[in-house]
């Protein structure tokens, strides 16, 4: 499967932004699909991701309620829907797709497919 994340940019603490991640290849159903962002001297984190049939979803505490990983399979595109925006979610975002178990699903090293990622900064 092939990824590629965009529509990041710049936004104002408070606003919004959704992130879209196109696939293509093989489809993205064989997949956990996995949203992570990395800022400058920290390590890759996780943020969002959803199983296989789209039918369970996991965010991570620090976006829980703000954020919402979501697909349109007509479109094969994952997206990440962030509400709320603050400075400190400022960072590059790389969508992910993984064939592990989805109890494996936080930790980065599972997923074997990345796409380059987008830039999101939120300005105070």
């Known amino acids: 499967v092939q990824l590629q994340a965009f529509g990041g940019g710049l936004v104002q603490a408070g606003g919004s932004l959704r992130i879209s991640c196109a696939t293509s290849g093989r489809p993205y159903n064989k997949y956990v699909m996995g949203w992570f962002r990395q800022s400058p001297g920290k390590e890759r984190e996780f943020v969002a991701c959803?199983?296989?049939?789209?039918?369970?979803?996991d965010h991570d505490d620090s976006v829980k309620g703000r954020f919402a990983i979501s697909r349109d399979n007509a479109q094969n595109t994952v997206y990440l829907q962030m509400n709320n925006l603050k400075p400190e979610d400022t960072a590059v975002y790389f969508c992910?797709?993984?064939?592990?178990?989805?109890?494996?699903?936080?930790?980065?090293?599972?997923?074997?497919?990345w796409g380059p990622g987008t830039l999101v900064t939120v300005s105070s």
């Open positions: 992910a797709a993984s064939t592990v178990i989805w109890g494996m699903r936080r930790a980065p090293n599972h997923y074997a497919y």
């Open positions: 959803m199983s296989r049939n789209g039918g369970s979803t």
